[in-house]
């Protein structure tokens, strides 16, 4: 649909209306979380008398002395650690009825919370130590500990037992916990590890959007870029667009640390020189995810064609979002449409609607002067400054010591946060010259890229 014949690109006017959606799978996909249940394997362990009185509990199966199944908790003293559990749960006793929001279902959380904090500080972080707080649904056990977290989070062990043992249990989610986490140190020499495989399973056997998710990055990162390149074509065919907040094992962006699927097929098709695909998911991006970047990714297309009537309308849309460089691309295309360096949107309603422009010069209906245009610009770089964005502070500050304001001097500061701007040739320049009355700076062409 060309977007001369578009409205929609112009409606986002407001912040509520200018609102990225967050990405849900379709409803007509199966979402199923099943858990693969792995009977426990390992024998049962008592530590001798001497042992347990220096330190908790410990698996048999642990590589050192501070790790736990594989997973690694903090070493305290016992004094320390059973007050730790006495802190934790007096508070859970005082305060579960609000911790959790749904009073019908209040005595189930409470049991249930005891349980955990009884077994946290008690049994390894296995899926058998599970079953006894609720057996057959794990996931429940994760939600309580999710959020007891969320109400004191200081006090982490709890919920880290609970990914760990969950993520034995077979709990997506949990499991991505992991995985992200060796993404996070690895990165692309992410090494293969139990959960990458046990997700890879889920991801294809299971149809789990959220799995699918993960191992897609995974076969990315190893290059295994046919493969990934299938998974989000089939993600991005089942994602929709939603203003509405995805529940936590429905977001296949698993809390924004992944990206959109269309966002991973635009890398993949621009590192294969498919850039006809790439414009045409950043245009995905841009008109029906709203997305800021890619808005102003897509503005640049568009100026590249010459459509400088959507190119404005991109940036527009994307700057009501509160996107920085957003702001700092329109304040520039302001002050070059004031240099007539550019054409306005009234030069190209003149172009095309010849007859209508004469009416509107005939009767005096308002057009916007030069003076309009840098009005404009200012205004835009104002708010590119506001959001942290600082080429719009540094063009900002040109454009008022042009025009003799105070605040100039006390906004040119700010600039020194960024150490390499503010040692660079021209602001340098500007700085020697700033109290000179003779001085007349401009913005030079380097800084009103579009």
């Known amino acids: 649909m060309s977007l001369h014949r578009s409205s929609q690109i112009l409606r986002p006017l407001c912040q509520s209306c200018a609102r990225r959606p967050s990405l849900l799978p379709s409803s007509t996909i199966p979402t199923t979380t099943n858990i693969i249940r792995t009977p426990a394997t390992t024998r049962n362990y008592t530590a001798t008398s001497n042992y347990q009185a220096k330190r908790p ?12 199944y594989g997973k690694e908790f903090s070493v ?3 004094e320390e650690w059973w007050a730790e559990h006495d802190g934790v749960k007096k508070r859970f006793e005082k305060n579960y009825a609000t911790i959790y929001a749904d009073n019908r279902r209040a005595k189930v959380f409470r049991e249930i919370g005891r349980r955990l904090i009884h077994a946290a500080y008690n049994s390894p972080a296995t899926a058998e130590s599970l079953k006894p707080i609720w057996a057959g649904d794990p996931a429940r056990v994760l939600d309580v500990a999710l959020a007891i977290f969320s109400s004191a989070p200081w006090e982490t062990h709890v919920v880290r037992w609970s990914v760990a043992a969950t993520s034995e249990a077979g709990v997506v989610w949990s499991m991505i916990q992991f995985v992200h986490s060796q993404i996070k140190k690895h990165g692309t020499n992410l090494p293969n590890s139990r959960e990458i495989e046990r997700i890879k399973k889920i991801a294809y056997e299971k149809d789990d959007p959220v799995a699918l998710m993960v191992w897609g990055d995974v076969a990315w990162r190893w290059g295994r870029k046919d493969e990934a390149l299938e998974i989000f074509q089939y993600l991005n065919k089942i994602a929709y667009p939603s203003f509405s907040p995805a529940e936590r094992n429905n977001d296949i962006t698993y809390e924004g640390h992944y990206q959109a699927p269309w966002k991973y097929l635009v890398e993949i098709h621009n590192e294969a020189g498919r850039y006809d695909e790439a414009d045409e998911l950043m245009k995905l991006g841009a008109l029906t995810y709203r997305d ?22 991109c940036l527009v849309v994307a700057a009501m979002t509160g996107h920085g460089e957003a702001c700092f691309r329109l304040g520039n295309y302001y002050y070059r449409i004031y240099k007539g360096e550019v054409p306005s949107r009234e030069d190209i309603a003149a172009k095309k609607h010849p007859i209508r422009t004469w009416f509107v010069d005939l009767f005096g209906w308002f057009t916007l002067t030069k003076k309009d245009w840098r009005r404009l610009a200012i205004n835009w770089y104002e708010m590119a400054s506001a959001l942290g964005y600082m080429p719009g502070t540094r063009n900002l500050v040109v454009l008022l010591r042009e025009d003799g304001h105070e605040s100039a001097t006390e906004i040119l500061d700010r600039i020194k946060l ?25 913005l030079p062409a380097a800084w009103l890229e579009l």
């Open 57 to 68: 509990l410990r698996s048999p199966a642990a590589k050192s002395l501070n790790r736990t």
């Open 76 to 78: 305290v003293e016992p």
């Open 292 to 313: 800021p970047a890619a808005l102003v990714s897509y503005a640049y297309i568009r100026k590249e064609k010459g459509d400088w009537e959507s190119y404005e309308q």
């Open 418 to 442: 960024d150490y390499v701007m503010w040692n660079s040739k021209n602001i340098v320049k500007l700085r020697k010259s700033w109290d000179d009355p003779n001085f007349k700076p401009d």
